[in-house]
């Protein structure tokens, strides 16, 4: 365990700049998001952005090749290049759990080389949550916010970051640092972990449960008749997708730049009427079908495909940002078989 | 005439279903914390007494979902304030739905509370209470607080268009006079802008637009069967920024499809999960709309005529508004 203070943190953001790109979390204008750090830049109070990692890994649009046509022949352009090194600083427990969600699909064969290649070259710097807000449930998930996961873990207590590398990755950016900081002994994170058990007390959804839920519980499911009731003031805007860490949804397309095409790919979510449209037209055509499909392929589906984890982080973005207020949690609530959510 | 309260609402819409007034009822549907409300249909009245939620929190206009509602038979129950109401004439002045279909009780409001505004203020809440003191909050680490709900409106609130509504089958509450801030203040400093500035301006607030489209979604004047942006074969379908068309156009192409026809609802804002401040697009045609035709609000009296579909013989030639404009 290393520590270095407040001041020194932004003298390790500069010395790891020389061999990476270093994001950090900042707050501007009631937003917080991550930028890239140069001198001058201020570390938000709270780490929690308003859109998650997920962004660095699987961007909300991303070239993926162009063809050139030439009289009858057509030359395709590979425009993969090999991503920069790249750090990602106070990313919380729910959202570094997201990314170990998204490599059980990008890295499962056939292993998608856009995502694989970011996320060989990205460092992952969590933090752990001192603060979390009141839509937070990652619990639900197992997922602990004083113990986040990732290269490196860090604690911000008092006018101190304390570090500690989980991989080599990790260690080896903390070695090129090492210098500006100081060994510490494991007593001051032990205390801050106690404190933030206590915080979990307080958060207004940590009994939430979802034992009712997971692999192979389709058919429990499916037809219930509440899925109308849930789904009936759903806009289908897919805010909740664009939000969510773990939605990874997308459509390829082509745009003609009169040239040739540019194939691009961009997010796309189970709420739109589009979505998976096929020759025949749409498979699920109401409301009701895509928004059940949103919630079963998170608690259900990708559970069953995925040795029963779920495909949600407790992280309450969506929680914080639908328009109507409709969400995961108002659905794990109304589904359950009684009693424990009550 | 009485103070609206979620009780007075309650025994109102068990009335109209007991005399077979109605068969359901939209209204507000409790949530988890106290301020996140989600619009809800009730079909009987244990679950309407039991879930229904009247409080500062109940911005959401539900005239747009009348047209989904209207198509199923029996006849709703639906709670309007004032305001909304512009937003039900309009649609009825567009034919988008059958008003025999709903019954509409009217309500007066006060205005309506932003939570974003008191979680920045306030950090994160827990749960929120109302009484006649004002707005309790209980946040997560800063302990109980009391706020006024004037610290906390809503954008719309504070440039309310009036406290009656100018529809409805009856109206329950007090009309109390109000004094609204001017809704053009913030338009009129974007025109002083110098051109590059005012670029900068939108640039700024449109380069977060994610195309969600929860604007178009919400907007009660956007009410297209499929949007040329949902068609795949129009050429101009899009979920993602593909590139600055996306950010610069869409809003304003939005802008100009509803000029005319938008009441000012300010849903587009109150819904957009990035906080860009649409409604002041909107704001900029109806202000133009007033200063070249003369004061018009949509949505005032069913059946009229918009400035822009309606031909006057003093209608202001189109090169006299661009030499206003220069002015």
Known sequence: ?342 | MQKITRESLIQKGVELLENGTVDRILGWGKGEFGYDITPTVFYDKESFSKNFEFSSFCGANFSKYLLKETRKGGKILVFIKPCDSYSFNQLLTEHRFDKDKVYVVGISCEGMADVNKIKQKYGEIASVKEDENGITISTLYDGDKTILLDEVLLERCKVCKGKECVYFDEFIGEVKENNPQDRFEKVSALEKMSADERFAFWQNELSRCIRCNACRDVCPACTCEKCVFDNPNSGVENKAISDSFEEKMFHIIRAFHVAGRCTDCGECSRVCPQGIPLHLLNRKFIKDINGFYGEYQAGKEIGSRAPLVNYKKDDLEPSEAVKREEE
């Not at chain 1, 932004?10 to 061999?19: C, G, I, P, T």
């Not at chain 1, 429990?220 to 664009?242: I, P, Q, V």
């Not at chain 1, 498979?283 to 984890?309: A, C, I, W």
């Open chain 1, 1 to 342: 365990m290393k520590k270095c203070s407040k001041e020194n943190i932004y003298k390790v953001f500069n010395a790891l700049s020389s061999d990476y790109s270093v994001y950090v979390p900042v707050k501007e204008e009631n937003r917080t998001f991550y930028k890239k750090y140069f001198d001058g830049v201020v570390l938000a109070e709270n780490f929690k952005t308003d859109r998650s990692a997920k962004d660095f890994f699987f961007p909300q649009s991303e070239d993926l090749m162009k063809f050139k046509t030439q009289g009858k022949s057509i030359e395709i352009i590979d425009e993969r290049e090999e991503s920069e090194d790249f750090i990602i600083f106070g990313v919380p427990a729910c959202d570094e759990a997201s990314l170990r969600i998204l490599d059980r699909v990008f890295l499962a064969e056939p292993v998608d080389t856009y995502y694989q290649n970011k996320r060989e070259h990205g460092v992952i710097i969590t933090t752990a949550c001192s603060r979390p807000e009141a839509s937070c449930f990652c619990s639900t998930f197992d997922i602990d916010m004083a113990r986040p996961q990732g290269d490196i873990r860090t604690y911000k207590i008092g006018d101190y970051f304390y570090f500690e590398g989980l991989t080599d990755k990790g260690n080896k950016v903390l070695d090129k640092v090492n210098a500006l900081l100081e060994d510490v002994d494991q007593g001051e994170v032990e205390k801050e972990i106690e404190n933030i058990q206590k915080v979990k007390e307080k958060l207004p959804l940590k009994d939430l449960s979802v034992k009712d839920f997971g692999a192979d519980k389709t058919q429990e499911f499916f037809d219930r008749k509440e899925w109308a009731e849930l789904s009936n003031a759903c806009l289908g805007c897919g805010t909740c997708t664009f939000v969510c860490p773990t939605c990874q949804c997308y459509d390829i397309k082509d745009f003609n730049t009169g040239k040739g095409v540019q194939r691009y790919r961009c997010w796309d979510s189970c709420m739109y009427s589009d979505f998976t449209k096929m020759a025949h037209g749409n498979s699920r055509n109401s409301q009701m079908e895509r928004f059940r499909q949103r919630f079963m392929h998170k608690l259900v589906y990708f559970p069953t495909n995925n040795d029963g984890v779920f495909s949600c982080v407790g992280c309450g973005r969506c929680v914080s940002k639908c328009p109507i207020s409709m969400n995961i949690v108002k659905v794990i609530k109304t589904l359950s078989k009684g009693g424990e959510n009550e």
